[in-house]
C-alpha cells in the first residue's frame, strides 16, 4: 500500500472510531496532521492511539472513491502552455492531450487554496519540470501539470505548473452549500471538450444549472 | 443567535481593514480552507463578554485604525485588543468597558496607540449568514462575514437577538486583566516538526536573537527579519499540514508565523510552532517592533495553555455604578 493511501486510510480510521480529542485532520501526501484539544487527550496518550490506529491503516477497506468527471477544453487561450509543454516534452499537442485527457487521477490531498486537488496518474511520459519563473496569475479552472502532479486552480491564484486546459466547472463556489467539489481519495477524469461546449457548461455553471457527472 | 435580524449598525467608515470574525470555521482545513476567526482571541471573548453575548459570537476585527459606525437603534457595545482611543458622539469613551449607544450615536475609533487588532463586539452579535457553520470573514476566499470581504462604507450590520431582554449590567474588565502591548515579547514556542533540518547556529539564531516584524504581515501570516536561520540540508520538504503558529523558514532564513487565514498546506521546513497563547501576542506587534522566541517543551506548553484558559475564565468583570 503506498504511503499516500496508508495516510488517507489513517484519517479514515480516526473519523470511524471518533477518537476521543481529535479536533480536525490534514491530509497530504506523506503527512497527516492531526489537531488535537490537549485538555480532552494528552500527546502521548493521543500518540500511542494513532501509531495503533497508523498499523491497522495498512490494511483498512475504505469506503469506494468517487469518480468525478471534468469536462476540460484543451484549446488557445484556455491552455496558454500546452504547445510549450508539448515541445519540451517532444509531443505533438494532440499526442499531449490525449495521453493527458486518457489517464485516470487520484486525489491524494487537497490545500494551498480552496479546494485545489493536487493529484497523481498522469502517464510517466508528462513529468515536467515546474515553470522557470511561476505565473503571478493563474485563471480559476486551469486544469495544469508540473513534476509528476497534475492540479486545477480553483481561484485566481499564483501558480507554477503548466498550462494545458481549463474547466468550467467551479472547484470552489463559496456561495454554494458545499463549496468545494472534490476530496481526498477523488478519482478524476478529463472530458476533452470543444471551445464552444466549454462556453455552453460554462454558462450553465453561472446560472446554476450544471452538475458534473460523480459516481 | 437565532430569529430575524432586530437591529442595524450603520458603516460610516471602515477603517482600513474591519471583518466580521467569530470563533472561526472548524473542520474544513482539508479542503484547504483555514478557520479564520479572531488573531487575538483573548481580547475578542472579553469584548463579547462585555455585552453578555456567548464567548464565540461574532464581532468585528479591526486593524491598526477602528471604525466609525452609528447605532440605527438602541445597542450595547464594547471595544477591546490594540489601545486605541473610543469616542461616543465626539466624547471619550472608555475601552474594555460596556457601553450603551442611543439610536443615532456614533461611535469612533481612532488610531491604535499599542496593538495592532482591535475588537467591536455588540450585544446579540453581527448576524450574517454563516457559511460552513462560522460568520468569520475569510478574505482571499471571499467567505463568511459581510460577503466575504471587508467592511465597506454604508454597511449596515443585522445583529442577532440579545441573549438577555434586558440589557447587561455595564462592567469593565479590571485594569490587571487588561494586556499591554508594546516591548519586545518573549514568544514560545515547541521545536519541530522538522527542527532537525536546521543547522546547531541555526536554532541558536532563532532562539538567541530578536526579530523585527515586517509590514508584509497580515492574518495569513507574520513575516520576520533578523538573524539568518541556516539550513542544514535543503529547505523544501513534500508539502505538508500547517498549524496555527507554525514558523516557516524558507530559503532566505528568515521565519514567517502563520496566523489564523494560513495555508493549509506549504512545502517549507517548520522549526517551530508558537504556543496558541502567545499568538495574540505576536498578532498585536506592530511593524518595526522585536520579537524573541523561546522553547519550551510540550509538557510545559500544555500547562501554559491550561493557566492561560483558567486566567481568561477566571477574569472577573467589575461592575460600574
Known amino acids: 500500500m503506498d504511503v499516500n493511501t496508508r495516510v488517507r486510510a489513517l484519517e479514515y480510521l480516526i473519523a470511524h472510531k471518533a477518537v476521543a480529542g481529535v479536533v480536525e485532520t490534514v491530509p497530504t501526501y506523506s503527512a497527516l496532521l492531526v489537531y488535537y484539544d490537549p485538555s480532552i487527550v494528552g500527546y502521548d496518550a493521543l500518540c500511542g492511539q494513532l501509531a495503533t490506529l497508523a498499523e491497522q491503516a495498512t490494511t483498512t477497506a475504505m469506503p469506494p472513491a468517487r469518480e468525478v468527471q471534468l469536462p476540460c477544453c484543451y484549446e488557445g487561450e484556455l491552455g496558454p502552455d500546452l504547445e510549450a509543454a508539448a515541445q519540451r516534452l517532444t509531443l505533438s499537442v494532440d499526442e499531449l492531450v490525449r495521453l493527458h485527457a486518457g489517464a485516470e487521477y487520484l486525489v491524494y490531498f487537497i490545500g494551498f487554496t480552496p479546494g485545489l486537488p493536487y493529484m497523481t496518474g498522469a502517464p510517466e511520459r508528462l513529468t515536467i519540470a515546474r515553470l522557470d519563473s511561476p505565473r503571478v496569475k493563474v485563471p480559476a479552472g486551469s486544469v495544469a501539470i508540473g513534476g509528476i502532479q497534475c492540479c486545477i486552480y480553483p481561484v485566481e491564484s499564483p501558480g507554477g505548473f503548466w498550462l494545458l486546459g481549463r474547466t468550467p466547472v467551479r472547484l470552489y463556489d463559496p456561495d454554494a452549500a458545499a463549496p468545494i467539489l472534490l476530496k481526498p481519495g477523488d478519482r478524476v477524469r478529463f472530458r476533452r471538450i470543444e471551445r464552444r461546449e466549454y462556453d455552453d457548461i460554462a454558462a450553465r455553471v453561472a446560472a446554476g444549472r450544471f452538475q458534473p457527472v460523480i459516481r | ?321
Not at chain 2, 82 to 88: C, F, K, R, S, W
Not at chain 2, 201 to 218: C, K, T, V
Not at chain 2, 231 to 239: C, K, N
Open chain 2, 1 to 321: 443567535m437565532s430569529g430575524p435580524p432586530v437591529e442595524m449598525i450603520r458603516v460610516l467608515d471602515p477603517g482600513p481593514l474591519t471583518t466580521v470574525q467569530d470563533a472561526g470555521r472548524g473542520g474544513q482545513m482539508r479542503y484547504g480552507i483555514p478557520p479564520s476567526g479572531p488573531v487575538d482571541r483573548r481580547s475578542f471573548v472579553l469584548a463579547n463578554r462585555l455585552v453578555g453575548n456567548p464567548d464565540g459570537a461574532a464581532a468585528l476585527e479591526f486593524t491598526l485604525i477602528g471604525p466609525r459606525l452609528r447605532a440605527e437603534k438602541p445597542c450595547i457595545i464594547a471595544v477591546t485588543g490594540a489601545d486605541a482611543p473610543v469616542t461616543v458622539d465626539d466624547a471619550a469613551a472608555p475601552a474594555w468597558t460596556t457601553l450603551t449607544l442611543a439610536a443615532g450615536d456614533v461611535v469612533k475609533i481612532g488610531a491604535a496607540r499599542a496593538g495592532v487588532r482591535g475588537y467591536v463586539a455588540v450585544a446579540g452579535g453581527i448576524d450574517v449568514p454563516p457559511v460552513l457553520g462560522s460568520r468569520a470573514t475569510y478574505l482571499r476566499g471571499r467567505m463568511g462575514g459581510v460577503q466575504g470581504r471587508a467592511l465597506a462604507r454604508d454597511d449596515g450590520l443585522p445583529l442577532g437577538a440579545a441573549a438577555t431582554a434586558t440589557a447587561p449590567r455595564r462592567r469593565a474588565v479590571p485594569l490587571d486583566a487588561r494586556p499591554q502591548w508594546g516591548g519586545e515579547p518573549v514568544l514560545r514556542v515547541v521545536l519541530g516538526p522538522q527542527a532537525e533540518r536546521f543547522t546547531e547556529d541555526g536554532i541558536a539564531a532563532f532562539l538567541g536573537s530578536s526579530y523585527q516584524l515586517l509590514p508584509q504581515s497580515d492574518r495569513m501570516g507574520t513575516r520576520l527579519n533578523g538573524a539568518r536561520i541556516t539550513h542544514a540540508r535543503g529547505h523544501d520538504i513534500i508539502s505538508d499540514g500547517i498549524a496555527l503558529g507554525t514558523v516557516q523558514v524558507p530559503g532566505d532564513g528568515q521565519p514567517i508565523v502563520m496566523l489564523v487565514d494560513r495555508q493549509s498546506t506549504g512545502g517549507y521546513t517548520k522549526i517551530a510552532t508558537v504556543c496558541s497563547f502567545d499568538i495574540a501576542r505576536i498578532g498585536q506587534a506592530k511593524p518595526g517592533q522585536r520579537l524573541r522566541f523561546t522553547a519550551v517543551d510540550v509538557a510545559a506548553a500544555h500547562r501554559l495553555l491550561e493557566e492561560s484558559d483558567a486566567a481568561l475564565a477566571g477574569v472577573e468583570l467589575q461592575e460600574i455604578a
